[in-house]
């Protein structure tokens, strides 16, 4: 960039072989990104996946946890920040059991979710049903949007 | 205590049916464990968000079949901003080897995690046979 700014020559855009490379990455890009998601697809890679949503008081996050039950199950609020840790414990069978497919996976986890907004950190609310997470968090008064009454 | 490990993210396994779906919708592959004893087989499988009443197990000629439908659960008024899973059914089949007492089957949900137990059939087990007075 600075390069060019300097020696302005006409047509060096173009004889630069990197940005030919460039472009053609970035072609690509584009093109998987239209493949997996409409939506902004971070990858996060971390135990467990979360789906985020905002309406216009709160933001939902969900999970899903099966077979971890609210007591094995860690949530704290900070100002702008969600910490949800936890074990996933899968009970040893009795002695004699054959296994023939083991793919559960039991473990420790934990992950911090920052939100994109100032939030109510007393006003969280966690419910664990049919083995999915869901927690809904109210926004802070002060990014909460207001209604202006137009006289 | 034992020290666990810590558990790896996993990308949901999206599968096509052999069948085509009359419901337009995405189908995923829930994580199973599949154990066998003297008198039973066990198969437990994930399967979040999936209702006791839109669960449906199916034995016949020898081969199980899971299906299990999960609502979405998102409101009207909510908006996307991070989507890491989405939602769909829950599809898996499996041939069973060994002949089932199909009478005894028992299915349990809990936690999003199904629980079902195929008890063998007794091969050589004496039948007792409750007669009832009438």
């Known amino acids: ?151 | 205590m034992t020290d666990s490990k810590e558990i790896k993210v996993k990308e949901k396994q999206e599968v096509t049916t052999p069948a085509e779906q009359t419901i337009p919708g995405l189908v995923f592959t829930p994580e199973v464990d599949i154990f066998e004893t003297d008198k039973a087989i066990t198969l437990l499988a994930d399967i979040p968000g999936v209702k006791p009443e839109k669960l449906n197990i199916d034995l016949r000629d020898n081969i199980l079949t899971i299906t299990g439908d999960v609502d979405r659960l998102e409101a009207a008024d909510e908006e996307f901003l991070t989507l890491e899973y989405e939602t769909g059914r829950f599809y898996r089949q499996f041939t069973l080897s060994e002949v089932i007492d199909q009478t005894k089957i028992d299915a349990k949900l809990n936690l999003g995690v199904l629980r079902l137990s195929l008890p063998k059939v007794a091969k050589a087990a004496p039948r007792k046979i409750a007669i009832t007075a009438g």
């Open chain 1, 1 to 151: 960039m600075i390069y060019r700014r300097i020696f302005g020559v006409p047509g060096w855009e173009a004889r630069n072989p990197f940005s030919e490379i460039e472009n053609m990455r970035r072609q690509v890009d584009r093109l998987y990104q239209g493949l997996i998601s409409p939506y902004a697809r971070p990858a996060a890679g971390v135990f467990p996946l979360i789906n985020l949503t905002e309406a216009k008081d709160r933001y939902m996050i969900r999970a899903e946890l099966p077979g971890v039950s609210s007591d094995e199950l860690d949530i704290q609020a900070t100002a702008n920040a969600l910490s949800l840790s936890g074990d996933r414990k899968i009970p040893e069978e009795k002695s004699g059991a054959k296994y023939h497919r083991r793919e559960r996976e039991s473990g420790r986890f934990s992950r911090v979710i920052s939100l994109p907004g100032e939030i109510n950190p007393d006003k969280v609310q966690a419910s664990l049903v049919n083995g999915i997470l869901t927690i809904i968090v109210s926004k802070a008064e002060a990014s909460m949007p207001r209604q202006i009454s137009v006289r």
